[in-house]
């Protein structure tokens, strides 16, 4: 089993920074692969970002790139979404995930096998 806690989410203008987390414990050793995922209403949920555990790769949705940044700490466990200069657009509800075993479908939300519990991120324009 593992378990992934979000935080970081809120309410921001345009223009402003977000840092989201995830912390994980349990056995995320055989996932290759932690990731960003958002939905907003009425919407499927999109892959924003994700990290390779190992080699510390980074992946990213067109409409993030160069404004959103993910990192790790792999001491802590943890995965950090940096969002820089959001948009009305980012709103969602934000989710990190981690990848099924042996598993390279970062950017499909079937190559998931847990999720967290989401954290809402709301940009006012």
């Known amino acids: 089993q593992v378990q992934l806690v979000e935080s970081g989410g809120g309410l921001v203008q345009a223009g402003d920074s977000l840092r989201l987390s995830c912390a994980a414990s349990?056995?995320?050793?055989?996932?290759?692969?932690m990731g960003w995922f958002r939905q907003a209403p009425r919407k499927d949920r999109e892959f924003v970002a994700a990290?390779?555990?190992?080699?510390?790769?980074?992946y990213y949705a067109d409409s993030v790139k160069g404004r959103f940044t993910v990192s790790r700490d792999n001491a802590k466990n943890t995965v950090y979404l940096q969002m820089n200069s959001l948009k009305p657009e980012d709103t969602a509800v934000y989710y990190c995930?981690?990848?099924?075993?042996?598993?390279?479908?970062?950017?499909?939300?079937?190559?998931?096998?847990?999720w967290g519990q989401g954290t809402q991120v709301t940009v006012s324009s």
């Open positions: 995930g981690t990848t099924r075993p042996r598993s390279s479908d970062y950017s499909k939300t079937w190559g998931y096998n847990y």
């Open positions: 349990g056995r995320t050793f055989s996932s290759y692969y």
């Open positions: 990290i390779s555990w190992q080699t510390g790769s980074t």
